[in-house]
């Protein structure tokens, strides 16, 4: 286990739904990011977080909207997603980049998300 | 925008050969990480070489840096079935903070 846990594992939702990924770390970093992955695309950046403070939005629609309450945990909320929002999401941490850490990023096992 | 390309996009050998990825970068770049991914899980961290290193070991893993010609690869040695799984390259920029870009993957496959 690389120390990054994220709930649910799997999530199936309607369009007009509102349901909320967590993230969670245990390895004491400061940085926290969200990831989309999508099938035979690049893992795509959606947004940074830093001390608490989101310092990088990747022009990600306002559908999703993340919350970092503490250095350790991080939420993504979801509202009125669209089917092409099906996805496999995840979650990382790292310390902020450093010259003698390097930003080597641990990540959770991901949230597979459906949306019908 | 810096962007990490793996080559070859899939590689199939059997178990005990060697496995060579290779990804390339558009712009100068702090680090260059590879990362691991077993299907429909998250990445794990492999192995990182920093912009002035030229070669780096990790158990069967070698990977080399060519900062002139902007590519790096990964070298698995002696290769089993459970090394399996998608390859990522990732690197950070001088000027990307925390940011790390990830390249679209090599898929290997190793055959008992």
Redesign the interface.
Known sequence: ETGVTQTPRHLVMGMTNKKSLKCEQHLGHNAMYWYKQSAKKPLELMFVYNFKEQTENNSVPSRFSPECPNSSHLFLHLHTLQPEDSALYLCASSHRQSATFGNEQFFGPGTRLTVL | SQ?GEEDPQALSIQEGENATMNCSYKTSI??L?W?RQNS??????LI?I?SNEREKHSGRLRVTLDTSKKSSSLLITASRAADTASY?C?T?GETS?????????TQLTVNP
Do not use: C, I, M, W
Not at chain 2, 40 to 45: A, C
């Open positions: 962007q702090n680090n990480q990362y429909g899980r998250g990445l794990v961290h990182l920093r990522f990732a950070d903070g925390s940011r790390l870009t990830f390249g679209e993957g």
